[in-house]
């Protein structure tokens, strides 16, 4: 009986995490609840099958996830950002750059290889998490 209310306590946190992990485990630990009250097996036999199960499960959505990545495949009208011109202050480790966007600095990469260089323009296309994706523009902040 306690496979079944940790499977379902497992079952209802992953309703708040969204990683299915825990839907592995939980779906684990209830075949071996199952196991148990279908075929009366022992506690060690459920813990080896539960085991069995989560890395199995854990393995096909490891795999899933890498088959499936998570790309901000956002469109430009889904943020009011995308497609604003920035300026590039000064560049940073690790090819972020230090922008000035909306009276304030970002830190942004350019999503293909640039020549850009200090007061140059960019526009925002995407983001990731605080990092504003870029990509090159013609213009500078210095013509004449």
Not at 14 to 30: A, D
Not at 48 to 65: D, E, K, N, Y
Not at 84 to 92: A, F, N, S
Request: net charge neutral; charged share 10%.
């Amino acid at each position: 009986m306690i496979w079944f209310i940790v499977a379902l306590i497992l079952f209802v946190l992953e309703m708040f995490s969204g990683t299915f992990y825990l839907l592995v485990i939980s779906t684990s630990l209830l075949s071996a609840g199952l196991a148990e009250w279908l075929l009366q097996t022992s506690n060690n036999i459920n813990a080896v099958i539960a085991t069995v199960f989560s890395i199995v499960g854990i393995i096909i959505v490891r795999l899933w996830q890498q088959n499936h990545p998570r790309e901000n495949k956002a469109k430009a009208s889904d943020n009011p950002d995308y497609g604003q011109t920035v300026v590039l202050t000064k560049p940073l480790a690790n090819g972020l750059w230090q922008v000035h966007y909306r009276g304030t600095t970002w830190q942004a990469r350019f999503i293909q290889p640039t020549t850009a260089k200090t007061g140059d323009n960019a526009q925002i296309i995407s983001h990731n998490g605080n990092i504003l994706n870029l990509t090159s523009q013609i213009s500078t902040t210095c013509q004449e």
